[in-house]
């Protein structure tokens, strides 16, 4: 009876597999995206290994292995791009994906290995790197002259210059269909876009 409790308690271990956690980290092309991952070391003998992979965390190991440390440094790494720039000493072994691009986007896997067995400590993350925002507009210089009359010397002439700033398409004002009348007209369009 004990043999048969124990294995039902082996199988229901190995095919249930650890618990594993899912984060999503969005970043943008171009910059460099950290993916967070940490586990608690008390003291030294708490250092272990780890390594992250380009899939969700299998069984054993790190399907498609992009970094792996002893604990202590970086044992191997796919590219340079891929860095683990946290303190691996005290359990910092987030992934910094540097000079991020679109390719890099899907799941990622941090095991740390734990002594024992069913012990690992696994988190999957869905990363997502999307496109910068672009402006879309360039910045425009509206001027605007006004003279007096030939021949009057009433009012004095001027120009009043304004630089609109670069915005989105989204965010892009609809433009007048004339331009300013006069100074106070020009300078009512502008406090009503700010």
Same mark, same amino acid.
């Given at each position: 009876?004990?043999?048969?409790?124990?294995?039902?308690?082996?199988?229901?271990?190995?095919?249930?597999? &650890?618990?594993?956690?899912?984060?999503?980290?969005?970043?943008?092309? /171009?910059?460099?995206?950290?993916?967070?991952?940490?586990?608690?070391?008390?003291?030294?003998?708490?250092?272990?290994?780890?390594?992250? /992979?380009?899939?969700?965390?299998?069984?054993?190991?790190?399907?498609?292995?992009?970094?792996?440390?002893?604990?202590?440094?970086?044992?191997e790494q796919h590219s340079s791009r891929y860095q683990l720039k946290g303190d691996l000493?005290? /359990?910092?072994?987030?992934?910094?994906?540097?000079?991020?691009?679109?390719?890099?986007?899907?799941?990622?896997?941090?095991?740390?290995?734990?002594?024992?067995?069913?012990?690992?400590?696994?988190?999957?993350?869905?990363?997502?790197?999307?496109?910068?925002?672009?402006?879309?507009?360039? &910045?425009?210089?509206?001027?605007?002259?006004?003279?007096?009359?030939?021949?009057?010397?009433?009012?004095?002439?001027?120009?009043?210059?304004?630089?609109?700033?670069?915005? #989105?398409?989204?965010?892009? &004002?609809?433009?007048? #269909?004339?331009?300013?009348?006069?100074?106070?007209?020009?300078?009512?369009?502008?406090?009503?876009?700010?």
């Open positions: 009876m004990l043999s048969y409790v124990c294995l039902n308690w082996v199988l229901l271990v190995l095919f249930t597999g &650890p618990t594993v956690s899912e984060l999503v980290v969005i970043g943008e092309v /171009g910059q460099d995206v950290t993916v967070p991952c940490r586990y608690r070391v008390q003291d030294r003998s708490g250092i272990t290994s780890m390594c992250w /992979g380009r899939d969700r965390c299998p069984n054993s190991k790190c399907s498609r292995p992009i970094i792996w440390t002893d604990g202590w440094r970086v044992t000493q005290n /359990g910092d072994v987030s992934l910094t994906i540097v000079n991020a691009r679109e390719a890099d986007s899907g799941i990622y896997c941090c095991r740390v290995e734990l002594p024992g067995w069913f012990n690992d400590q696994l988190t999957n993350h869905k990363v997502v790197i999307m496109e910068a925002r672009i402006s879309t507009a360039s &910045p425009h210089t509206y001027t605007s002259e006004q003279t007096s009359a030939p021949g009057s010397t009433s009012e004095p002439s001027f120009t009043a210059t304004r630089t609109w700033p670069s915005v #989105s398409a989204s965010e892009a &004002p609809q433009t007048a #269909s004339a331009p300013c009348a006069g100074p106070s007209e020009c300078l009512d369009v502008t406090a009503n876009l700010q």
